[in-house]
């Protein structure tokens, strides 16, 4: 059985999609094992708790990134957890944290890498005027929104979106790809070779 760790700070409707699709078993043989925020207030974090999931708040209390994270670390593996998913975690992870899980951490972000890293990634390529978006599923490395991609989806701009419709239908296909990123890693039918994650099977 494959053990999940969800790290989120926020609404937590990413961390949500995931708990219904290891429900249903889209993602097989898999169980959500700890729910962490760095932020006690996270709605997604009360989610978790009236799911009966292991929820915990681990705040940063003025305390520095390395030693926070090792305390994120040291939580994970005491729940054996085997893959670690980023759901709307607004921190960057110390290098410590990364090695603790070598390719083992995957990020969900809302544009289609390397377009539009960093913060509020739908305004940017709305004020872009970009006519196609979407979001990635990545592996996390040590720079900012910038591993290996798992699977992308694609959103389509329309004349009459602002940047909140916008991203609105960006997350519908979040909600969908992250579940589909996870299932296709913990397949164990996909290798990274450079930086494209391609199945096994390929010469
Ligand atoms: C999502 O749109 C996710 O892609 C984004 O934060 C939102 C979290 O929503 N993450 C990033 O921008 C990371 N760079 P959620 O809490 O409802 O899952």
Redesign the pocket.
């Known amino acids: 059985m494959h053990k999940l760790g969800i790290l989120?700070?926020?609404?937590?409707?990413?961390?949500l999609a995931i708990a219904d699709a290891v429900a249903s078993g889209r993602i097989p043989d898999a169980q959500i094992a700890i729910v962490i925020s760095n932020l006690a207030a996270a709605p997604?974090l009360a989610a978790a708790c009236e799911r009966g999931l292991n929820a915990i708040a681990i705040e940063t209390n003025r305390r520095k990134r390395a030693e926070h994270d090792q305390e994120i670390i040291a939580t994970l593996k005491a729940h054996n957890v085997d893959l670690v998913c980023?759901?709307?975690?607004?921190r960057l992870l110390s290098p410590g944290f990364i090695q603790a899980f070598p390719q083992r951490i995957l990020?969900?972000?809302?544009s289609l890498l390397p377009a539009f890293?960093?913060?509020?990634?739908?305004t940017q390529a709305f004020e872009y005027g970009v006519q196609v978006t979407g979001?990635t599923v990545h592996f996390v490395d040590e720079q900012l929104?910038h591993g290996a991609i798992i699977l992308q989806r694609s959103v389509s701009v329309l004349p009459t979106d602002d940047p909140h419709t916008l991203?609105t239908r960006?997350?519908d296909q979040?909600h969908i790809a992250y579940s589909e990123a996870i299932a296709r890693v913990l397949s164990g039918t996909y290798r990274i070779v450079g930086r494209r994650y391609l199945p096994k099977s390929q010469p």
């Open positions: 989120l700070s926020g609404r937590g409707s990413n961390f997604g980023l759901a709307g975690y607004m990020n969900i972000h809302p890293p960093g913060l509020d990634a739908q979001c929104d991203a960006i997350l979040e």
